[in-house]
């Protein structure tokens, strides 16, 4: 079966006869086309265009395919869109689009469905609290569309009339006009929903030009998302309103083809920007270290109880993977703290909130509840929960997280200053949840991953370093941080000699692979090879080996094993505990100061 050919237009302003000759132009030298999807306002902007635009809506002019849009606001658009309502054609529950008149559908307040085999979601009108009949969105169709997106399926479109805001972050590409903003035509709750719902394409209007961004990779899925901004029809700057595309639906490719990520892929641009302005300001003023339920986005300290009656029986994952939903009281699904805990010790999600999971042996998680828990109702796993990450050095919503030592701050990531430092510029790249190690995030957080250590090889690359990665993976571990320690090129190629020599002297061998690509290929095999039920060390080499050890039951492992064997290879012997090197907290924060300046330029959140 053909992939379905479509076109996607940006703001109509209730010019139809432009755009119809413009349709009928492309289906001429490059169609047939199935059908248009129109987003931003599709109703006139000046009462000039309203007879040109009632010509087609009352059937004097004919629109030549399917036509479906979102942006139901502009002249006339009260008056037309009332009288559909009561049309009984249009009658009961209708989320595949109001018929206005022949080829031409209302895609009302928010829904998803299926055209020609492709998955379609879209949120119609724009963000206002007035309760306006027509032209708007209320919190019941946010709420409605989260609660689609819970369910099994890739959504293959989606559709909104205004842009998301940060859509541009971490794009490198120079094709969006100077002066463009994220204040005008962009709005933060498109943000979060097309976080979660997923895409991959998403598809908006009302910024008044054409962009077509990167795709970008998503948390928790395996596939990129496409962004396309089109421009108005008619504009007097030529920009592109009109582009065609011709997705296979999701639903019939193969696993291999929905993984395949583009060169230019991305990290997500929706990070949590809040995190990253709130990093720079503690920077500025550690010294108040309140606490504050707002001041990170992962806080867990506040309970969270079930609301609503949609899909309550179902987990909101937002909460159980970070411990916060941005939703709070409004969310239809419940946040159970139990929930979080069990997926805090390796639980898959999907166990968890199913009782099953369609992944089978692909799936790198836990398929049973641990240590005899159910996840309902456990009241006093709350308590233990905020005391764990109120305790941990490295949770961000813990009071005791050292925030002046932070450097940046990415999505599944950050990075900072280690505390008691090997040598200078000792860095620890630390993920954003209360995981034990960096390998219980999924596959697709290596991204980023990637994206911090490379930034680090280049900062040091710059100052003639080399730069080695460890991590020391506890059974009993609480938060994972992988340390990334500086050292003279010229001592590189006698790295995996001292590794193995201490090794030796503790009676084991490394298992040692090598790969030009680190950060894909290694970090699969050691996944492959990581067992939860055992400790786990590795260290990863400037010239790409990869050094691996599991740790049996009752054998002796130093715990600062990787730091004292560079501070052997730098002659630093005396340093090989952290707590010998520890200086002031004003100190530290010149440190960190002079670091963050140093490494701006490389930093991949910057």
């Not at 248009?36 to 059937?59: A, H, K």
């Amino acid at each position: 079966m053909a992939a379905p050919r479509l076109l996607l237009c940006g703001d109509v302003l209730g010019r139809l006869s432009q755009l119809v000759k413009r349709v009928s132009s492309v289906n001429k030298s490059s169609g047939p086309f199935d059908f248009i999807l129109c987003v931003g306002q599709f109703f006139p902007d000046s009462p000039e265009r309203l007879e040109e635009f009632l010509d087609y809506v009352e059937g004097r002019s004919s629109i030549p395919l399917p036509t479906y849009f979102t942006g139901d606001y502009g002249i006339g658009a009260a008056k037309v869109l009332s009288a559909a309502s009561k049309d009984s054609a249009n009658q009961g529950f209708k989320m595949d689009g109001l018929k206005i008149c022949d080829n031409l559908y209302w895609l009302r307040g928010s829904g998803k469905f299926t055209l020609h085999g492709l998955s379609v979601a879209y949120l119609s009108g724009r963000h206002s609290s007035d309760g306006q009949q027509f032209g708007t969105y209320s919190q019941d169709d946010v709420d409605a569309l989260r609660a689609l997106a819970e369910e099994s399926g890739i959504v293959d479109l989606f559709l909104t009339n205004e842009w998301p805001s940060g859509v541009m972050n971490r794009a490198v590409t120079s094709d969006v006009p100077p002066g463009i903003t994220d204040s005008l035509g962009s709005d933060s709750t498109i943000s979060e929903l097309v976080a979660e719902i997923k895409p991959r394409y998403h598809i908006a209007g009302s910024k008044g030009i054409f962009y077509a961004r990167e795709p970008y990779s998503n948390v928790e899925a395996v596939h990129v998302t496409r962004f396309l901004g089109l421009a108005p029809v008619g504009n007097k700057n030529k920009q592109k309103f009109i582009h065609a595309i011709s997705p296979t639906p999701a639903c019939s490719m193969m696993a291999s083809d929905i993984c395949m990520k583009p060169p230019n892929t991305t990290l997500s641009p929706y990070t949590v920007v809040e995190l990253r302005a709130h990093s720079k300001e503690t920077a500025k003023r550690a010294a108040d270290s309140a606490p504050d339920s707002q001041y990170w986005r992962y806080d867990i300290s506040q309970k969270r109880q079930k609301h609503g009656a949609i899909n309550g029986d179902k987990l909101c994952f937002k909460f159980v993977s970070s411990g916060s939903c941005p939703r709070e009281k409004r969310c239809n699904f419940s946040h159970d703290i139990g929930a979080r805990e069990q997926y805090m010790r390796g639980v898959c999600f999907d166990f968890i909130n199913k009782g099953r999971c369609e992944r089978g042996p692909d799936c790198n998680f836990k398929h049973s509840l641990q240590d005899g828990d159910s996840f309902s109702g456990r009241m006093g796993s709350e308590t233990a929960s905020v005391n764990r990450s109120g305790k941990c050095w490295f949770c961000l919503s813990s009071p005791n997280v050292e925030s002046h030592l932070i450097i940046s701050i990415g999505e599944s990531f950050y990075c900072a200053l280690a505390k008691g430092p090997l040598v200078q510029d000792h860095v620890l790249i630390v993920p954003v949840e209360h995981l034990p190690n960096s390998l219980s995030l999924p596959p697709e957080c290596d991204i980023e991953l990637g994206s911090f250590q490379n930034s680090v090889k280049l900062y040091f690359k710059n100052q003639g370093k080399d730069v080695v990665f460890f991590e020391w993976i506890s059974k009993r571990g609480t938060h994972a941080n992988i340390q990334a320690v500086p050292i003279p090129s010229s001592k590189a190629s006698a790295v995996q000699d001292i590794f193995t020599l201490a090794a030796g002297k503790l009676g084991f061998k490394f298992a040692a692979i090598k790969y030009n690509d680190i950060n894909s290929e290694g970090r699969k095999s050691l996944r492959a090879q990581f067992d939860r039920n055992f400790s786990f060390f590795y260290a990863e080499l400037p010239d790409g080996t990869i050094l691996l050890h599991s740790v049996e039951e009752n054998e002796k492992f130093p715990v600062q094993f990787g730091r004292e064997v560079l501070a052997g290879l730098l002659n630093k012997a005396d340093r090989a505990d952290w707590r010998n090197c520890e200086v002031s907290k004003e100190e530290e924060m010149k440190m960190a100061d002079s670091f963050r300046n140093r490494f701006e330029v490389f930093d991949p959140n910057h």
